[in-house]
């Protein structure tokens, strides 16, 4: 494996279904993001995590629990979604958090539907 | 406050005609960085350029030019030539310098359909 993986890549849950989502960096690098991309709107920043520790959680509602248990790996533990939480979500690995040294390497998402 | 605006929300193109995709920013640093990301229908976005505040010479890959002119504060990009494999959903973004986050604010994106 290359680069930034995710799985699943396509996920249909109920609003009282538990799951989660792997990201998985092959890169060697130190950052990991996760993005929610909906329709129509800008890519939305969600968390960071450098070192595995978190360093923002951008106002994200509590039914999305990040998880980051060492450099390479990143989850995203889902529970009791609303239909608006369907979207494109993207993980994404950098060197560092050094602003605009490191570009972002991003995964090709999941893309979750919330009945 | 930053922002990126990407106006041109879809353009359409035939094979081989050029096409630029505009990009507009704000910002009250002086130290950034602009990004271009290309989505292609796959998903993942592949970075095609970085270009700090501080260098305003433009740039040629290949078919890919980018005109950054901070006067306008803008960083348009430009596909010569255009091909079917160009379509795709191109992002600009800026990048806070100094943050704490590499925080990326990201445009709403131009989707490019290039017909055969």
């Known amino acids: 494996e290359t680069g930034v993986t995710q799985t699943p890549r396509h996920l249909v849950m109920g609003m009282t279904n538990k799951k989660s989502l792997k990201c998985e960096q092959h890169?060697?690098?130190?950052?990991m993001y996760w993005y929610k991309q909906s329709a129509k709107k800008p890519l939305e920043l969600m968390f960071v995590?450098?070192?595995?520790?978190?360093?923002e959680n951008n106002s994200v509602p509590s039914r999305f629990s990040p998880e980051c248990p060492n450099s390479s790996h990143l989850f995203l533990h889902l529970h009791t979604l609303q239909p608006e939480d369907s979207a494109l979500y993207l993980c994404?690995?950098?060197?560092?958090?050094?602003?605009?040294?490191?570009?972002?390497?991003f995964g090709p998402g999941t893309r979750l539907t919330v009945l | 406050a930053q922002k990126v605006t990407q106006a041109q929300t879809e353009i359409s193109v035939v094979e081989k005609e050029d096409v630029t995709l505009d990009c507009v920013y704000e910002?009250?640093?002086?130290?950034?960085?602009l990004f271009w990301y290309k989505q292609p229908p796959s998903g993942e976005l592949v970075f095609l350029i970085r270009?700090?505040?501080?260098?305003?010479q433009n740039e040629i890959s290949g078919r890919y030019s980018w005109n950054f002119q901070k006067s306008t504060s803008s960083f348009n990009f430009t596909i010569t030539a255009s091909q079917v494999v160009d379509s795709a959903v191109y992002f600009c973004?800026?990048?806070?310098?100094?943050?704490?986050?590499?925080?990326?604010?990201f445009g709403t994106g131009t989707l490019l359909a290039v017909q055969p």
């Open positions: 994404a690995s950098s060197q560092s958090l050094a602003g605009g040294l490191d570009e972002q390497f």
């Open positions: 890169l060697g690098h130190n950052a």
């Open positions: 995590y450098s070192l595995e520790e978190r360093v």
């Open positions: 910002t009250r640093d002086t130290t950034y960085y």
């Open positions: 270009r700090n505040s501080f260098d305003e």
């Open positions: 973004a800026l990048s806070e310098v100094g943050g704490a986050t590499n925080k990326l604010i």
